[in-house]
C-alpha cells in the first residue's frame, strides 16, 4: 500500500512547506495533507469538500475525478470554478467579506496614491510623469507577442503536443 505519512511529508513538508519560511503556512500546508492525502480518498464517494447548510455560494463537492484522457482531465478542470468558497479551505462563508473588503480598500488606495498631487513649484517630476515613466519600463520587459499558429506549430515540433 501507500505510505501515506510519506505522502504527506513529501508534500506538505518537502514541496510547500519547505518554501514557506512562516511556520502557519507550513503549519496549514500539513494540516491539509493529513486531512486529504489518505487511503480514504480512493473509497468512492469520496470528497474533499462537502458543502454545508443553505449557503449556495459554496459550491459543488470537490471530488478526485475518473478520467481515461488527457482532454477528460482537462474538461473536469476547466469546469472547477474560477473562486473557491472560504468553506472548501474550512474557514466561515464570512471570511470572503473580509477579504473582498480588504481587496476593494486596497484597490481604492491604490487609485488614490496615483492620483495627482498639488505642486508647489515646477521642480521633479510629476505623478503623472512617474507612473508613465514607471508603464513604459514595465512595458518594455514583456517579451514579445506570440503568434499562436506559431507556437503550436512549435510545440508539435518538439513533440509535446496533447493529440
Partial sequence: GVNWSTVQYMIGEV?????????????????????????????????????????TDAGKPYTIPQCKTVQ???????KLPPVDSPEVFGLHPNANITYQSKTARDILDTILNIQPKESSGGLGETRESTVSR?????????????????????????GLSRR
Fill in 15 to 55: 514541496q510547500y512547506g519547505a518554501e514557506s519560511l512562516m511556520t502557519w503556512i507550513r503549519d496549514s500546508s500539513k494540516t491539509f495533507c493529513k486531512v486529504w492525502f489518505r487511503e480514504e480518498m480512493f473509497v468512492p464517494g469520496f470528497q474533499f469538500f462537502t458543502p454545508t447548510g443553505n449557503n
Fill in 72 to 78: 477528460q482531465y482537462l474538461d473536469f478542470i476547466e
Fill in 134 to 158: 514607471m508603464a513604459d519600463d514595465m512595458l518594455s520587459k514583456l517579451p514579445d507577442d506570440y503568434i499562436p499558429h506559431q507556437v503550436k506549430e512549435r510545440i508539435n515540433e518538439m
